[in-house]
């Protein structure tokens, strides 16, 4: 077979595979165009999801007449001026995206400068270029993409619905916008407006937090905390979501490297360490990151949609963005999502509607509450209720606060009463606090750990009066001997004991009480599957995880009020304990204005 040149038109076609998949891709093209023009305001219109019309608008610069043909052209761009791919500071540079477009669809092209008299169009239907007319229009540049797709109908078959393809438009419109605050921009799809985002300040960092209120909602900034970093050159900034404020996916982890929106591997990958050991499996948090960096330390050639980026020094960047995150967290560790907006749960207009039936319900549950409210704002004895001991295992006791007691109390409140035997009822200033007791007991006792481990120090070890025998797989037995150094470093002593059997005769003082058996078989499961030799300080967290969890208080035990003050006075010292070492919240603040509403005081 002769080797033989490919003609321009298939050339571009092959190109759009890879740069232009689907309508956002082309929005997100256009957009960046618009933007490195200097466009100050941007309007996209779609028809169909954009199978049927893309119509990108902007009032940047403009295109002279003679630029017109040569922007169809492949590898022709203005965005190079040094031919320096190492200092880069255009959104664009590789000239492919306007011939690509242009080839799978019909597409013009109207532009007229500030110094021009009137503006010229350019059309394209298939690679197939027209020659120049005159036009009609405003500064600026006006594209218009129609039938997409419609001559490589292979393409079209794996497009989704129209409304599927629109939220695809609206994210990618989302994320630029959330890196470009002064520029405003709107979308409007079958002539519905589905985006406004107005430019509301001058001020670069106060325009920054109005669009990210305005994008991600006011949810996210009451429960995120502010990242502000700065090493070697590397500069973060943004927020990130408290562990217990998470989502299914990471479709909520908007990411910009020099104000360039990326979906990168490595910090990806860094963002999930992070939040090692604070969040629930399966979730994943919420975050808005800006990264600022010298152009020629971070490589943006690395794949045509410009989403991927390689970074000169990738681990100081992974580590400060590592560091940066675990402080911030460190900061709000005390802190636990948000409840319900009761605003919208209630109908003050109308309290007896049937829209409130799950409300009533709401009510009943916590009707218990609602004979000592007028009380919660004072620290006041709760009345002895003996029925209710017996009856809904409630326990309550009476006690005599001194002036000290209450000088004493912090941010949680002083514990009044435990329900089931697995939740704490403290009261404070101005509200309530239902208190998980095993999942705040959970998150001391691994902090402790890890800070007994920091220091180097091995945890107080307890010897068992009669040692644990423990029958295991010959892996598991095998697995968890090997590392019996870095079972003792954590104070747990276990031995060989027979030919499928192990010895504990030491455990940590911290998990005293614990299940023995249930404890060394979680371990030597965990252990088998890491393998021989596993590095401890990269998987401290589950091993101390594990090691709480066990030891911890068990729902189900019964407490005395001195007890339970002290697991709320350990939490007010201890980091991250808002949230479990599984991500779950281990408290809910219930405030005496949300009670009233409940009751419509």
């Not at 562990?243 to 104000?259: G, R, W």
């Not at 045509?304 to 960047?317: G, H, M, Q, S, W």
Request: hydrophobic residues 40%; glycine residues 6%; charged residues 25%.
């Amino acid at each position: 077979m002769t080797i033989r040149v490919l003609p321009n038109n298939l050339i571009n076609q092959i190109a759009a595979g890879e740069v232009i998949e689907r309508p956002a891709s082309v929005i997100k093209e256009l957009v960046e165009n618009a933007l490195d023009a200097g466009a100050s305001s941007v309007e996209i219109t779609l028809n169909d999801g954009g199978k049927g019309l893309i119509a990108v608008k902007d009032n940047g610069k403009g295109m002279e007449k003679d630029e017109l043909p040569l922007s169809l052209e492949r590898h022709a761009t203005s965005k190079l001026p040094d031919n320096d791919l190492f200092h880069i500071n255009f959104l664009g540079f590789r000239g492919e995206a306007l011939p690509s477009i242009a080839s799978v669809s019909q597409m013009n092209i109207t532009s007229r400068t500030c110094n021009s008299e009137n503006a010229w169009k350019i059309e394209a239907k298939g690679g197939e270029i027209s020659s120049l007319k005159p036009a009609s229009a405003n500064k600026g540049t006006v594209i218009e993409v129609r039938d997409l797709f419609y001559c490589t109908p292979a393409r079209l078959k794996f497009l989704r619905s129209a409304a599927s393809e629109t939220a695809q438009c609206a994210d990618i419109i989302n994320r630029i916008a959330l890196a470009n605050p002064q520029v405003s921009f709107y979308m409007y799809d079958n002539k519905k407006k589905r985006i406004a985002l107005n430019v509301v300040s001058e001020n670069m960092e106060e325009a920054r937090l109005q669009r990210i209120g305005d994008i991600l909602g006011s949810d996210f900034k009451d429960n995120s905390v502010l990242i502000n970093a700065n090493r070697d050159g590397v500069s973060i900034k943004g927020y990130v979501s408290l562990p217990t404020y998470s989502k299914a996916n990471t479709l909520s982890q908007y990411l910009f490297v020099n104000n360039r929106p990326v979906r990168d591997k490595l910090l990806l990958g860094a963002l999930k360490a992070a939040y090692q050991g604070v969040l629930e499996l399966g979730r994943y948090p919420v975050c808005v990151l800006f990264f600022e960096l010298n152009p020629e330390y971070v490589d943006v050639n690395v794949h045509p949609t410009k989403a991927e980026v390689r970074f000169f020094n990738a681990d100081a960047v992974r580590g400060l963005l590592i560091s940066a995150v675990r402080d911030a967290l460190a900061r709000g560790s005390m802190q636990t999502a948000k409840i319900t907006n009761w605003d919208k749960i209630l109908d003050n207009d109308n309290p007896l509607s049937n829209k409130n039936t799950s409300l009533n319900t709401m009510r009943e549950r916590v009707w218990t509450f609602g004979n000592t409210a007028p009380a919660l704002r004072r620290y006041a004895p709760p009345r002895h209720l003996p029925d209710m001991e017996n009856t809904f295992s409630v326990k309550a006791e009476e006690i005599t606060e001194s002036p000290s007691d209450v000088k004493e109390t912090g941010f949680l409140g002083q514990a009044k009463a435990q329900f089931h035997n697995t939740y704490i009822i403290s009261q404070t200033d101005d509200g309530i606090i239902i208190v998980d007791q095993h999942a705040a007991h959970e998150r001391i006792v691994m902090e402790k750990f890890k800070q007994n481990l920091q220091s180097k120090q091995q945890p107080p070890s307890q010897l068992l009066l009669i040692p644990e025998v423990i029958d295991l797989s010959l892996k598991e037995k095998t697995s968890l001997l090997e590392n019996e150094e870095n079972l003792a470093s954590l104070g747990l002593i276990v031995e060989e004991f027979g030919q499928t059997a192990v010895i504990v005769r030491e455990i940590p003082a911290l998990i005293a009480g614990c299940n023995v058996k249930e404890l060394i078989c979680s371990l030597a499961e965990q252990i088998s599957e890491w393998g021989k030799d596993f590095a401890l300080e990269d998987k401290i967290n589950h091993f101390c995880a594990t090691l709480a969890c066990h030891g911890s208080v068990r729902a189900g035990r019964s407490l005395n009020l001195a007890e339970m003050n002290k697991l709320l006075r350990d939490m007010e010292k201890t980091p991250y304990s808002g949230q479990c070492n599984h991500g779950r919240p281990t408290y809910v603040e219930l405030k005496l204005k949300d009670v009233d509403k409940l009751f419509h005081r």
